[in-house]
């Protein structure tokens, strides 16, 4: 399995408080990602980074920021968590872009739950 | 990236075999088709890339006529286990920076 791990896998916290998820990666890929995964709406990218200190905006990326001060760490900062945030996020890492990739791995999820 | 559509879900016994296919109308000249496949709790995991004719691995066949304009995922005889949400991804490597973009894909239920 390729060595990606996401941070913490499960949380619970209160609306208006602010929350970091972390992905971290032992395979010195260039690319990592933010999804998000809710019913009906498939994975949804939040935010990606294509270097260290390079990243983009996804498709839902507002509510959240994202760091990469490192090629091995990329976080995920909800400033104010709401209720919409509640949702199980994914973390991805890739050697490049693109939809012709055959090499995207995942984490394992990380629920999280805005009360 | 090519915009593709297929079908939000799909019901089959097991032992049958399964077609998803995936509409793909303004694929360009160097975009491949790749499927991914979701199991309940997990990220998805590549099963298969195909540019075009057929392409065969352990998991899966993919199957792209000609015109390129579809493509159809065959999973043969499934089984309990194969129960996911399958993706399909139309695309090249990207110029610039392009990122790794998933729709809603179609959810797959196997049924004893």
């Known amino acids: 399995d390729a060595g990606i791990t996401q941070s913490p896998r499960h949380k619970v916290t209160e609306t208006g408080t602010p929350v970091t998820l972390r992905c971290h990666q032992t395979?010195?890929?260039?690319?990592m990602y933010w999804y998000r995964q809710d019913p009906g709406h498939g994975l949804r990218l939040i935010h990606y980074?294509?270097?260290?200190?390079?990243?983009d905006k996804g498709e839902v990326s507002d509510g959240y920021s994202v760091s990469r001060s490192k090629t091995e760490d990329f976080l995920l900062t909800l400033e104010s968590a709401t209720s919409s945030q509640t949702s199980v996020y994914f973390c991805?890492?890739?050697?490049?872009?693109?939809?012709?990739?055959?090499?995207?791995?995942f984490g394992q999820g990380t629920r999280l739950t805005v009360v | 990236l090519a915009k593709t559509t297929q079908p939000i879900s799909m019901d089959s016994y097991e032992g049958q075999e399964v077609n998803i296919t995936c509409s793909h109308n303004?694929?360009?000249?160097?975009?491949?088709i790749t499927w991914y496949q979701q199991f309940p709790s997990q990220g998805p995991r590549f099963i298969i890339q195909?540019?075009?004719t057929k392409v065969t691995n352990e998991v899966a066949s993919l199957f792209i006529p000609a015109d390129r304009k579809s493509s159809t995922l065959s999973l043969p005889r499934v089984s309990l286990s194969d129960t996911a949400v399958y993706y399909c991804?139309?695309?090249?490597?990207?110029?610039?920076?392009?990122?790794?973009?998933f729709g809603k894909g179609t959810r797959l239920s196997v049924i004893a």
């Open positions: 991805a890492i890739s050697d490049r872009g693109g939809a012709r990739n055959t090499e995207a791995f």
């Open positions: 395979e010195n890929h260039r690319y």
């Open positions: 980074s294509y270097g260290v200190k390079d990243t």
């Open positions: 303004n694929i360009a000249t160097n975009d491949y």
């Open positions: 195909g540019y075009k």
């Open positions: 991804l139309v695309g090249d490597i990207g110029s610039g920076n392009t990122p790794l973009v």
